[in-house]
């Protein structure tokens, strides 16, 4: 799947409401962060706690140009928590982290604006 990180770029093809829900995004709190050198885009591996019904998982996120691993810990993020696990290099991402690029192309991360409890769904 390409991801379209081109701001003129034209709207997706309308979907359902179902469709939208089928998307299961929810908050977590970074509990760990680690650099990873070893993927082809600056990433950094992340460990998100997703509250009691979720758990903890793992997620590699291409942020590491705008966030180093020490500032990470305690940040509460966005991911979509229902894609099946993915292979990035040597390491298995269980959510996709969610973000926005910025003018370079760099991925902002997308996180409530004030603390809501790990797991709490976006609707």
């Known amino acids: 799947m390409h991801l379209e990180h081109d701001p ?3 709207a997706a093809p309308e979907i359902g409401f179902d469709d939208f829900l089928a998307v299961d995004i929810r ?8 650099p990873y050198p ?11 706690d997703f509250g009691p019904a979720i758990g ?5 996120a291409q942020i590491a140009a705008l966030y180093a691993p020490v500032e990470l810990a305690g940040r509460q993020v966005a991911a979509v928590v229902n894609f099946p696990p993915r292979q990035i290099g ?21 996180a409530p604006d004030r603390k809501v409890p790990n797991g709490a769904r976006l609707f």
């Open 56 to 60: 903890i998982r793992k997620s590699c």
């Open 90 to 110: 040597k390491a298995l991402s269980e959510v996709l982290t969610l973000g926005f690029a910025d003018e370079e192309g760099r991925v902002v991360l997308f």
């Open 38 to 48: 070893e993927a082809r885009k600056p990433s950094v591996r992340l460990k998100i």
């Open 8 to 10: 003129e770029a034209e």
């Open 27 to 34: 908050v977590g709190t970074i509990v760990e962060a680690e």
